[in-house]
């Protein structure tokens, strides 16, 4: 029961853009703590693909960016490649550190 | 560069402690700022916060498991350990240790491979 809510699931076809909320509340990111977001591909460790709501680690193809306002964030992936096929999580504060619920995106 | 690796047992009884030790090389948790976690994964589910340590051995833990988690440094060695009592089998996952910095919304930057740690009987 995370208090950072995502979709599930999303799927889109190569090269389409494809957008990944992560919801939360004022005691989270409504509280101005940053999101980051992290890659999660099949059978691997996840790898940290945004920090600090907007910030691309040396690597990140610019295709992923993120965003937030108000109490969401969301993590945009654009011209969607085979190889992004993986799960994704945001992850902020809340007290504690949080992970959000996942989201597992599919290449059509 | 930065790497780190999971050590432990892969199969606990119920009831026993878990001792992990998370082995990193490539920075210092001598140097300010510098921090280490660990996340895990039940198969299947959502990563989960468990522990973090900083460098001045600021200690950070999840409400949910804080009186069963303890989270240790030895710098000599570097390594960060994590011990969790009374293990149960719905603590099956797979442990990752994760490089980080203290910051007011910390994240993880660097992630060992994970370890899978079974819990049955």
């Known amino acids: 029961q995370s208090v950072l809510t995502q979709p599930p699931s999303m799927s889109g076809a190569p090269g389409q853009r494809v957008t990944i909320s992560c919801s939360g509340s004022s005691s989270n990111i409504g509280a101005g703590y940053d999101v980051h977001w992290y890659q999660q591909l099949p059978g691997t460790a996840p790898k940290l693909l945004i920090s600090?709501?907007?910030r691309r680690p040396s690597g990140v193809p610019d295709r992923f960016s993120g965003s937030q306002s108000g109490t969401s964030a969301s993590l945009t992936i654009t011209g969607l490649q085979a190889e992004d096929e993986a799960d994704y999580y945001c992850?902020?504060?809340?007290?504690?550190?949080?992970f959000g619920t996942g989201t597992k995106v599919t290449v059509l | 560069q930065i790497t780190l690796k999971e050590s432990g047992p892969t199969l606990v009884k119920p009831t026993q402690t878990l001792t992990l030790t998370c082995t990193f090389s490539?920075?210092?948790?001598?140097?300010?700022?510098?921090?280490v976690g660990w996340i895990r994964q039940p198969p299947g589910k959502a990563l989960e916060w468990l522990a973090l340590i900083y460098w001045n051995d600021d200690k950070r833990y999840s409400p949910s498991l804080k009186k069963r988690v303890t989270i240790t440094k030895d710098t000599s060695k570097n390594h960060v350990v994590l011990t969790m009592t009374n293990m149960d089998p719905v603590d099956t996952a797979t442990y990752y240790c994760?490089?980080?910095?203290?910051?007011?919304?910390?994240?993880?930057?660097?992630w060992g491979q994970g370890t899978l740690v079974t819990v049955s009987s």
């Open positions: 600090g709501n907007i």
């Open positions: 994760a490089h980080s910095f203290y910051d007011s919304s910390p994240y993880f930057d660097y």
């Open positions: 490539g920075f210092s948790l001598t140097n300010n700022g510098v921090g």
């Open positions: 992850q902020s504060y809340d007290s504690s550190l949080v």
